[in-house]
């Protein structure tokens, strides 16, 4: 059991937050469990997902924005199946309520209302099944897990008041990842990851906007100068291509006298997927508009030194 209370100036919030977990012993390899936990939240993430580019910043909750509540019910089983392979599954469901978003409708540059009236709150939910496999063979040790999930977001503000998928909506989610430690010297790593391409919103639709758009002609007199506007169907009603990336990496340890060195190097994105981080409007060759997918990096190695005492 856990209580929290939450004040922001006059603004007081108590929230009383159970959590129960129970499990039934089969016999000594297999093991069923479930669980149920109610949550408060009182900071709230706020992100701008247009076209796949995130911004995200944290605020607080007050007499205007109340604190997230959420209550997630999970079962499961785990197995073991000889000395090491272990085996698990788990289904979950998860509700929310007072989700936080910034209103499309509202300009975050105005100064005529105030920071929380520019933000709406609705009703989540997602749930999902993860499988989860490890087996250890001699110096080898394999991992993969699987996800299967749904996520959801709902508010009167937008898209009609009708569900559309949150930006966390990944249908498939795939790690599996092979580690190598011959000995307590050396140890050699590679992690591959699939998930299914984030969901976004893209305008369906772009048209001139000649209203106060008034530009100078030199030694002229003022001339329409033409912007451009985005119309918007449904949120979040397409998806960036899928994610896939391979990570490698090399541990070099030396244990000293009084500590315990490491020297770390690899790379992200071994293979060089060109994974689209973010969309944006261009204009080609023939002076039409279209969608252009941005990649911010391919290959990043690192390099790091560990001392542990």
Do not use: C
Request: aromatic share 18%; charged share 15%.
């Amino acid at each position: 059991m856990h209580w929290a209370n939450w004040i922001s100036n006059n603004y007081s919030y108590s929230s009383l937050q159970p959590r129960i977990y129970t499990s039934f012993k089969i016999n000594a390899d297999h093991t069923v469990y479930a669980s149920a936990t109610k949550m408060s939240q009182f900071l709230h993430s706020i992100n701008s997902n247009m076209m796949g580019f995130q911004s995200d910043f944290w605020l607080p909750s007050t007499d205007k924005i109340h604190p997230e509540e959420s209550v997630m019910g999970s079962v499961g089983y785990s197995g073991h199946a000889g000395r090491h392979f272990d085996f698990n599954i788990e289904a979950y469901y998860k509700d929310l309520q007072n989700v936080t978003m910034y209103n499309p409708g509202k300009s975050i540059f105005d100064n005529v209302t105030t920071w929380d009236e520019k933000l709406i709150q609705g009703h989540g939910w997602s749930y999902g099944t993860e499988i989860a496999l490890q087996e250890r063979i001699g110096p080898f040790f394999f991992n993969a897990a699987y996800t299967l999930s749904w996520s959801n977001r709902q508010f009167a503000e937008i898209n009609g008041g009708k569900a559309f998928p949150y930006r966390y909506d990944r249908r498939h989610n795939i790690k599996t990842s092979v580690a190598f430690k011959p000995n307590a010297k050396f140890a050699a790593t590679a992690n591959w990851t699939y998930m299914s391409g984030e969901a976004v919103t893209i305008p369906d639709q772009l048209y001139s906007n000649l209203d106060n758009n008034l530009g100078i002609n030199i030694g002229g007199p003022y001339a329409a100068s033409p912007s451009f506007a985005f119309t918007y169907t449904n949120w979040n009603a397409y998806r960036l291509p899928a994610i896939h990336r391979l990570d490698i990496g090399f541990d070099f340890i030396k244990q000293k006298k009084h500590a315990e060195r490491t020297w770390s190097l690899g790379l992200f994105n071994a293979y060089g997927r060109s994974n689209i981080t973010y969309v944006n409007v261009t204009t080609n060759s023939s002076g039409g508009f279209e969608l252009q997918g941005q990649t911010l990096f391919k290959f990043i190695p690192y390099f790091s030194y560990r001392i542990k005492f």
